[in-house]
């Protein structure tokens, strides 16, 4: 039984499905400059959700949207459209700067072996379902217009503020007065913008032109794709005050009904024990660990290092751990790939499945497999390490390379030494090496290396 922590009830909880199939939602990047390392761990974690769910037999409906209009500066409605700041600063148009952004987005999630959902979506491609949304939202009394667009009225549903444990009668009730005088409460939130002069981006309406908030397009893609019972939602914890809380209001109130069954949020990932800053030089692309010799494997890797749920802590140092690790598992994977022992896995596959399934114990997981990879060399463990590696996403089976010749030649020359035919074993080892080949034996098998 797959059980994850649901933020919104506070509980571990079985994962639900829907015919078999695991309607989850991610939300995406924002498409108005890099990605960092820190928004790269939000899509290992989808990935890793997504791999756990499909180890244990679930399909996946997968959506994300891709963020490339209606973002302000800042996530309460405030500031400029992060589109129209980055558009201003590259000089270029809103429309190259989401080409572009998301261009390196996939990119990374490509290098990263990130499992992609299956339907990736920008906001920009579903403005009708959005203003067909918030007319419903209108229609139903929930939202209103006013002179700069139009609101959720969150006084309509007293359950807002649940997900992030805010009680938001307390919060009305000691509100100070609203910045915005036409809004009837300052944590109204905007679903539709009226477009203000010199906004690029701007649709046809029927209250006028404009573009979209930023909070819909989640509620309203999810609803395309997905349908309006959703089993898992995902997103940092960033996102849950505000973000989240709308997308649960817009949704719940347009259909009547919970759509979110569970929600997951990931920690965010600091880098020396702080928060990653411009004026601090500490935001790190993927490019720049590849720059200094990392593979993008190696950042894969030390994501299993933490629990979702806990802040991580990037260092150089600790990057450099998560890489040795790395390298030491791919060693003991190869010579267990050519092991000849006996072993039994099925105790660790048991606690390997136990680890992934108890809310995505990756730290516990990597413990199993580093104490069965101390086993007697043994291809059962090569076979277990490989079922696993569905879940861990690594390249390792770097001897695929290794021309079927030369393993042909490894393996007679293995079984010829354990005849004790040193003779004829010399001689292979020879032949392996003129071929450009070198054999390294173990107690219990053997590896194949390019010389
Ligand atoms: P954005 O493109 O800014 O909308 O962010 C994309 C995703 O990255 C969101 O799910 C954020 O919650 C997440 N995120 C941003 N900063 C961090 C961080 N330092 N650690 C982990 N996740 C982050
Ligand atoms: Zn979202």
Redesign the pocket.
């Known amino acids: 039984m797959v059980k994850f922590y649901n933020s919104l009830t506070r509980k571990k909880e079985e994962v639900s499905s829907t015919n078999g199939v695991v309607k989850m939602y991610s ?1 995406g ?2 498409v108005y400059y890099f990605p960092h390392i ?2 790269l ?2 899509y290992l974690f989808m990935d890793n959700i997504r791999r756990v769910l499909k180890f244990n037999g679930y399909k996946i409906d997968g959506a994300m949207n891709i ?1 490339d209009v209606g973002h302000l500066t800042s996530d309460a409605d405030e500031g400029d459209d992060k589109m129209l700041v980055a558009s201003e600063r590259e000089h270029k148009s809103p429309w190259e700067i989401a080409k572009f952004y998301t261009d390196v987005f996939m990119q990374d999630v490509k290098l990263l072996n990130i499992d992609l959902p299956e339907h990736i979506v920008p906001a920009t491609s579903v403005i009708s379902e959005i203003i067909e949304f918030v007319q419903a939202l209108l229609e139903k009394g929930y939202a209103y217009e006013t002179s700069k667009g139009i609101y959720f009225d969150i006084a309509k549903f007293p359950e807002y503020g649940r997900l992030s444990g805010m009680n938001i009668q307390d919060k009305l009730a000691g509100a100070r007065i609203a910045v915005d005088y036409e809004k009837h409460t300052p944590y109204d939130f905007v679903l539709w913008v009226k477009a203000p002069k010199g906004h690029i981006m701007q649709w046809d309406s029927p209250w006028g032109k404009g573009y979209p908030g930023w909070h819909i397009e989640c509620s309203v893609i999810g609803d395309k794709f997905l349908g309006e019972n959703i089993n898992i939602h995902t ?2 914890v ?2 849950k005050p505000v973000h989240h809380e709308n997308e649960i209001a817009q949704s719940n109130c347009r259909y009547g009904h919970q759509v979110v069954k569970m929600w997951m949020h ?1 920690e ?2 600091q880098i020396d024990g702080g928060k ?1 800053s411009k004026s601090l030089n500490n935001i790190y692309r993927l490019k720049d660990l590849q720059e200094r010799g990392y593979a993008p494997e190696d950042f894969r890797f030390f994501y299993f290092l933490a629990h979702y749920s806990k802040q991580q802590n990037f260092t150089f140092d600790a990057l450099d751990m998560a890489r040795n690790t790395l390298k030491s598992i791919k060693t003991l994977v190869k010579e267990h790939k050519n092991g000849t022992e006996n072993v039994s896995t099925a105790e660790y596959e048991a606690e390997f499945l136990e680890a992934i399934n108890d809310d995505l114990n990756m730290p516990k997981a990597i413990a199993v497999v580093q104490k069965m990879l101390k086993e007697p060399r043994s291809q059962n463990v090569y076979a277990a390490f490989d079922k696993f590696n569905k879940v861990l996403g690594l390249t390792l089976d770097e001897t695929q390379d290794v021309p079927a010749q030369i393993q042909e030649l490894a393996k007679q020359r293995w079984n010829a030494k354990n005849n004790r035919d040193y003779a004829t074993a010399d001689s292979l080892r020879n032949k392996i090496s003129d071929l450009g080949y070198e054999i390294k034996d173990s107690k219990s098998g053997y590896e194949i290396l390019k010389k």
């Open positions: 939300c990047p924002t820190g928004n761990r939000a963020t997103g940092g960033d996102h990931l965010f990932l990653m």
